[in-house]
Nanobody
Framework: QVQLVESGGGLVQPGGSLRLSCAASGSSFSVRTMGWYRQAPGKQRELVAR???????GVADSVKGRFTISRDNARKTVYLQMNSLKPDDTAVYYC??????????????WGQGTQVTVAS
């Protein structure tokens, strides 16, 4: 059974930075698209960023220029570097693993989530 374990969340002031990590267990990490979603209180869950098995990346318009997704296949870990954080970025962030390595492949596995709070 695949496990996705997120870390790196916390409280940060507006304008600050955080790096989220997601460590995956199991095999086939390198051939799967990985992603980050978030859900703020009272809002729908939204896709933040994803990275395909070949390294193609995409981020939501709301975080473009501020967030970067990357992966380390040897460590079976995906990262989300978040800079210039805003209060609107406050949410629970979830790591996902998709059904295959295509950029648009849907997520099938979810982590437990890590809280990110941006406040002064």
């Amino acid at each position: 059974q695949v496990q996705l374990v997120e870390s790196g969340g916390g409280l940060v002031q507006p304008g600050g930075s955080l790096r989220l990590s997601c460590a995956a267990s199991g095999s086939s990490f390198s051939v799967r698209t990985m992603g980050w979603y978030r859900q703020a209180p009272g809002k729908q869950r939204e896709l933040v960023a994803r990275i395909s098995s070949s390294g193609n990346t995409g981020v939501a318009d709301s975080v473009k220029g501020r967030f970067t997704i990357s992966r380390d296949n040897a460590r079976k870990t995906v990262y989300l570097q978040m800079n210039s954080l805003k209060p609107d970025d406050t949410a629970v962030y979830y790591c996902t693993r998709s059904t295959d390595g295509r950029f648009n492949s849907p997520p099938i596995d979810w982590g437990q989530g890590t809280q990110v709070t941006v406040a002064s």
